[in-house]
Structures are given as structure tokens and as C-alpha cells.
């Protein structure tokens, strides 16, 4: 059978999946040197059992000349990568911008938090950590393996 004929990957999941966005097209433009290019991209999401899936389209240049469309599949485990390195990403930026908004307040000498507050909520932890009783635990007998009860129970016997 000739391979021309069978839809790749590509195709079928864009037949047979679940849209979950319109395509969008994005171009961007390239100004590496000084020489402008623009690329198109064409976008699209689509869900497979149950994870996102990344339909993506561009134009690139094909090594005897002109261009040649490239369809990629990415698939959900990648997609989901990305996602969790964004996530991390934009956790980190908001943490040291977090820390900078600290540090230039108390270069200037302002105080953190409401210091009444604070004191209120200290005095209420330590009342609740001295009227509270230690957990009583019930003492464990470790259990002995089968072959030293069984050596036990000869000694006994005996």
C-alpha cells in the first residue's frame, strides 16, 4: 500500500479529536542582522484521552530552495512539561519580586505586617501550646517474627 495515501498522525488528530481552541494564526517576525523575515504559525489544541494536545503548523525552508509546510504533533507529556516549567518559571519571578518589595521596605525602614497583630497571634500560640496535653500514645509489643516464636515456644516447653 502506498504510504502517500495513509493520513499521518497530524491528520487523524485533526479529524478525530476534541477542539478545544479555534486555529490561530500568529506570525511572527524575525530581525536577526537586521534582516527582517516573518514566520507563520498556525496554532491549534486539541484534547487526546483526557491531556492537551498541541497541533502546530509553520512554513520553513526547504534545503533545495523554497519552502515546505512542517505539521508537528506535540504531544500532551511535552505540553504538559512546558506547562509545569512556566509554572515554575513565573513562581520564581514572583518570589524574588516578593523579596525585593521586602528588602527595599526595610531599607527604609518600614515595618512588616502589623506588629500588634503579630504579637496577639504569638501570646494565643503560646497559651494553646502550654494547656495542650502531650498525646498519650499506647505502647507497641514488637511483633516477633514466626520463626523466633516458634523457638520460644520450644524453649517453653522444654
Given at each position: 500500500?502506498?504510504?502517500?495515501?495513509?493520513?499521518?498522525?497530524?491528520?487523524?488528530?485533526?479529524?478525530?479529536?476534541?477542539?478545544?481552541?479555534?486555529?490561530?494564526?500568529?506570525?511572527?517576525?524575525?530581525?536577526?542582522?537586521?534582516?527582517?523575515?516573518?514566520?507563520?504559525?498556525?496554532?491549534?489544541?486539541?484534547?487526546?484521552?483526557?491531556?492537551?494536545?498541541?497541533?502546530?503548523?509553520?512554513?520553513?525552508?526547504?534545503?533545495?530552495?523554497?519552502?515546505?509546510?512542517?505539521?508537528?504533533?506535540?504531544?500532551?507529556?511535552?505540553?504538559?512539561?512546558?506547562?509545569?516549567?512556566?509554572?515554575?518559571?513565573?513562581?520564581?519571578?514572583?518570589?524574588?519580586?516578593?523579596?525585593?518589595?521586602?528588602?527595599?521596605?526595610?531599607?527604609?525602614?518600614?515595618?512588616?505586617?502589623?506588629?500588634?497583630?503579630?504579637?496577639?497571634?504569638?501570646?494565643?500560640?503560646?497559651?494553646?501550646l502550654e494547656?495542650?496535653?502531650?498525646?498519650?500514645?499506647?505502647?507497641?509489643?514488637?511483633?516477633?517474627?514466626?520463626?523466633?516464636?516458634?523457638?520460644r515456644r520450644?524453649?517453653?516447653?522444654?
Amino acid at each position: 500500500m502506498n504510504e502517500t495515501l495513509m493520513p499521518d498522525r497530524f491528520d487523524r488528530l485533526l479529524a478525530t479529536a476534541n477542539m478545544l481552541t479555534e486555529p490561530q494564526i500568529v506570525r511572527d517576525t524575525a530581525n536577526i542582522l537586521n534582516v527582517g523575515g516573518t514566520a507563520v504559525y498556525i496554532v491549534q489544541v486539541v484534547r487526546e484521552s483526557g491531556a492537551d494536545t498541541i497541533l502546530l503548523q509553520t512554513e520553513l525552508p526547504h534545503p533545495s530552495g523554497g519552502e515546505y509546510l512542517a505539521r508537528i504533533v506535540i504531544p500532551a507529556r511535552i505540553v504538559q512539561t512546558i506547562d509545569r516549567q512556566r509554572a515554575t518559571l513565573i513562581a520564581r519571578v514572583r518570589r524574588n519580586a516578593a523579596q525585593r518589595v521586602v528588602e527595599d521596605r526595610l531599607a527604609r525602614g518600614e515595618s512588616l505586617g502589623n506588629p500588634e497583630a503579630l504579637a496577639k497571634a504569638r501570646e494565643a500560640r503560646k497559651e494553646q501550646l502550654e494547656n495542650q496535653d502531650a498525646p498519650k500514645r499506647r505502647k507497641t509489643r514488637k511483633r516477633r517474627s514466626r520463626k523466633t516464636r516458634k523457638a520460644r515456644r520450644k524453649a517453653d516447653a522444654q
